[in-house]
């Protein structure tokens, strides 16, 4: 199988992108910048703001994948960075909907990526599910309108699947890497009360679960993305400081100075529910990666 990955040269992609490969698909990866070709993968520029694809990157190719999309937390929200957060989703889902009209490929699947911020960012004792109402916060309309977009390949592609991600979880990006050198000296890498709920996925469990979409035709639709396990911060930050043979030294870092720090951002640090895996499981996806520990 010959897969078209956008968004392929991040921490996530790039892990994805080599994954697959070693499996023997065939991935061709959508870059903005020049890349040298490797075993089984090749790499196609496209410049979204021109609205321009190498025509070629669709050359055999039967799933799209999407990864696209500017870190949430990376910086404070203004209404300049809110319109780059949206719209480093949402056109470039436009632009591969409309080279797939164009080339006329014969797409069978299409994998877009969603994250557990479609419930919004409160804490509570629910468990959320897929059949649950989308939140009301800006987190929540970035994610809903991000998979409506993706609904639009409905008449291209034979099936659609959205994977609601959690905090994905991996030694060479996202939070792990940010916090680490926190955890080796000792730091508590909770925020605010540490009672918020920290739904994640191990970026082992979730390239499996690439794999195992691409290969099962009958998954289609949307899955939360994240571990069985349910951690509290205060859960997550024990036992990553425990994973470095460290105690906790100091406090939590206060939820007034997190709000000071990151305005409107905070509540995304500061709160947080749990997530259920189940439909995933029912359809038979198996995690390996059991317990934050177990990752770590």
């Not at 436009?94 to 006329?104: A, Q």
């Amino acid at each position: 199988m010959k897969i078209l990955i956008a968004g392929g040269t991040g921490f996530i992609g790039k892990a994805l992108s080599f994954f697959l490969a070693g499996k023997g698909y065939e991935v061709n990866v959508l870059t903005r910048r020049q890349m040298d070709d490797m075993k089984n993968i090749h790499y196609y520029q496209w410049n979204v703001e021109q609205g321009s694809i190498d025509c070629h990157a669709f050359d055999g190719v039967s799933a799209i994948i999407n990864m696209t999309g500017a870190n949430i937390g990376e910086k404070r929200w203004g209404k300049i960075r809110k319109k780059e957060i949206l719209d480093s989703r949402i056109k470039p889902l436009d632009l591969l909907l409309k080279y797939t009209e164009k080339m006329e490929s014969k797409i069978d699947v299409l994998i877009s990526s969603s994250a557990v911020g479609y419930y919004g960012a409160i804490t509570t004792e629910h468990i959320f599910n897929e059949e649950d109402k989308k939140g009301s916060d800006f987190p929540a309309y970035v994610c809903g309108l991000w998979e409506d977009k993706a609904w639009n390949f409905g008449k291209v592609v034979n099936r659609i699947v959205i994977l609601r991600k959690g905090v994905v979880i991996g030694k060479s990006g996202g939070v792990y890497r940010k916090l680490k050198p926190l955890a080796k000296l000792g730091v508590s890498v909770a925020l605010g009360s540490g009672k918020q709920y920290f739904p994640w996925i191990c970026i082992g469990d979730l390239v499996r679960i690439y794999d195992f979409i691409l290969k099962n035709e009958k998954v289609k639709g949307v899955f939360n993305a994240v571990s069985s396990e349910h951690l509290t911060m205060n859960d997550f930050s024990q036992k990553m400081l425990r994973s470095f043979g460290k105690k906790k030294f100091f406090p939590n870092i206060p939820a007034c100075l997190v709000r000071m720090l990151f305005g409107e951002r905070s509540d995304v640090l500061l709160k947080g529910s749990r997530v259920s895996n189940e439909k995933l499981k029912k359809a038979g996806f198996d995690f390996w990666y059991l317990s934050i520990f177990q990752c770590l």
